[in-house]
């Protein structure tokens, strides 16, 4: 008589199934979503898990990265930005920045460990939020000599979930970059 | 019981703290407001972080908070001018009446008042007020350097008020502390 039970093959499945399905569930997701409505209408919503796209960042050849020298300027500018990333982490939550344009409105404010950037114009309407604490993160582990797509990782490794970025154009397009 | 007391004591205790926090830190505002196309700039820091910002910068001019003045020729006791306006009474000291502009320098209260109305150009008006505190802290050494960062730490000082008014045919301006 057979006996009852999980086989051998399908408990391997069931625990392989079971471990993509943790993965997936702790891992952070990055969800890219584009809509384009002239001339060529089209929704493109493009998710990936964060640390995929870290690994897949680590193949880069290293020849390509040494092309993208960042201007010395910016390593001799250092502890200046590493000192007002650490002191905008510090302040306490405000609107630091309001511009009132005739065609625009934009707004900079600092909530929790975010930086929140809102422009309003008359042809798009855009929100970004920017982790501070990932941003200092990054930048305190970079080498300051050439552009590092770790430093996108490690920046959104910090952020919280929901919108990183939205772009409302008034042809109808949008661009949304959400976490997850 | 007691434990829901226990924790809305803690979330008082964490607000409290927050708020105080909050009530500590100073703030340096700066209001543009151009005339000609409307635009509208408001600026809002916290004195922390322009204080570690001036003192991270260290560019041609300026070096860590110290920027260096173009005064190398004159000799001039900068210490012994500003002790002398610090302990000059309350009164009127300078009134120039010209074709250009109007000059006013007056104290009152410790506080010194630098009004500047413009006949000509702009037709602007301007209004410096330079607390006490500012006088103490203005500050050149032997190297012709103004120590601005000192003169910023002495914001932390200051009472809650306007610095710097500008009113012009162009645009206003005003810097203030809170």
Redesign the interface.
């Known amino acids: 008589m057979r006996e009852r039970g999980i086989s051998t093959i399908g408990g391997i499945l069931l625990a392989g199934l079971a471990g993509i399905l943790t993965a997936v569930a702790i891992t952070d997701w990055a969800v890219v979503d584009i809509q384009i409505v002239d001339p060529d209408p089209m929704h493109i919503k493009v998710p990936f898990p964060l640390f995929i796209a870290n690994v897949a960042s680590s193949f880069v050849p290293q020849e390509a990265l040494d092309e993208t020298e960042v201007p010395p300027e910016l390593a001799a500018?250092k502890?200046?930005i590493l000192?007002?990333v650490?002191?905008?982490l510090?302040?306490?939550d405000?609107?630091?920045?309001?511009?009132?344009?005739?065609d625009a409105h934009v707004e900079v404010s600092k909530i929790g460990d975010n930086l929140l950037v809102a422009v309003d114009a008359d042809d798009a309407t855009v929100r970004c939020t920017v982790p501070l604490d990932g941003v200092l993160y990054a930048l305190e582990q970079w080498d300051w000599k050439t552009f590092d797509p770790d430093l996108i990782f490690d920046t959104l490794g910090k952020a919280d979930n929901g919108p990183l970025v939205t772009v409302d154009v008034d042809d109808g397009t949008k661009v949304a970059v959400n976490l997850w | 019981m007691t434990r829901k007391i226990t924790a809305i004591a803690a979330a008082a205790i964490l607000f409290a703290g927050f708020a105080v926090a909050t009530e500590g830190t100073r703030w340096i505002n700066v209001n543009v407001s151009e005339h000609a196309e409307g635009t509208n700039v408001e600026v809002h820091l916290p004195l922390n972080l322009v204080m570690s910002v001036l003192r991270s910068v260290d560019v041609d001019n300026f070096h860590r908070g110290q920027i260096d003045l173009d005064i190398d020729d004159t000799d001039v006791d900068w210490a012994e001018i500003f002790a002398a306006v610090k302990e000059a009474p309350d009164g009127q000291f300078v009134t120039v009446d010209s074709h250009d502009a109007k000059v006013n320098v007056s104290k009152q209260g410790g506080t010194l008042f630098i009004n500047v109305d413009e006949i000509d150009g702009d037709n602007a008006k301007v209004k410096v007020t330079v607390p006490v505190e500012f006088m103490d802290a203005m500050s050149i050494n032997e190297s012709s350097q103004i120590d601005v960062a000192a003169l910023l730490e002495s914001f932390d000082r200051l009472p809650s008020g306007d610095l710097v008014t500008v009113e012009s045919d162009d645009a206003n301006v005003r810097v203030w502390i809170e």
């Open positions: 500018n502890e200046l000192a007002a650490t002191s905008l510090e302040a306490p405000s609107a630091l920045v309001k511009v009132n344009a005739p």
